[in-house]
């Protein structure tokens, strides 16, 4: 039975939406050239869809307060994240394969330093999925 960990990613403060993106797409590529053959079946990031304002809303959270999440239902304070991503695995083995790859020291000092150019580390959220159930057309 496959393996899937949901990543809940939040941005620096002070660095924009591109330079965000830039980072991300970058850090997955290094995550891929050091966990090797061991890398997830797919690494799927899916950013939040944000615009730029000049002036807070009266509902703007403090930490996206000029970059407002295009919220449909519910609030701002909902969507502070600024991208999720789904990695899926065939199974156990290869999602500890993959781990042991990315922990062991010299990989796990290289994706922590890169993380900081990015991410807030205070806000980052990992946790692996249970039941995935799908219904289609």
Not at 4 to 22: M, N, T, V
Not at 30 to 58: I, N, Q
Not at 81 to 89: G, V
Not at 130 to 135: A, F, K, L, P, R
């Amino acid at each position: 039975m496959s393996v899937r960990a949901l990543i809940y990613a939040y941005r620096k403060p002070g660095l924009s939406l591109e330079d965000f993106k830039k980072h991300y797409e970058d850090h997955a590529e290094l995550v891929k050239r050091l966990s090797g053959e061991d890398f997830p079946l797919s690494h799927k990031r899916t950013y939040v869809a944000r615009s730029t304002v000049g002036v807070a809303s009266e509902d703007a959270s403090e930490r996206n307060a000029l970059t407002p999440a295009t919220v449909l239902v519910g609030k701002q304070s909902h969507f502070d994240f600024d991208a999720y991503a789904e990695l899926t695995f065939t199974d156990k083995a290869a999602f500890q394969a993959f781990s042991a790859k990315i922990y062991a020291p010299d990989a796990a000092a290289q994706i922590a330093a890169d993380e900081e150019k990015f991410l807030d580390k205070s806000k980052l959220g990992i946790v692996l999925l249970g039941d995935v159930i799908e219904t289609t057309r």
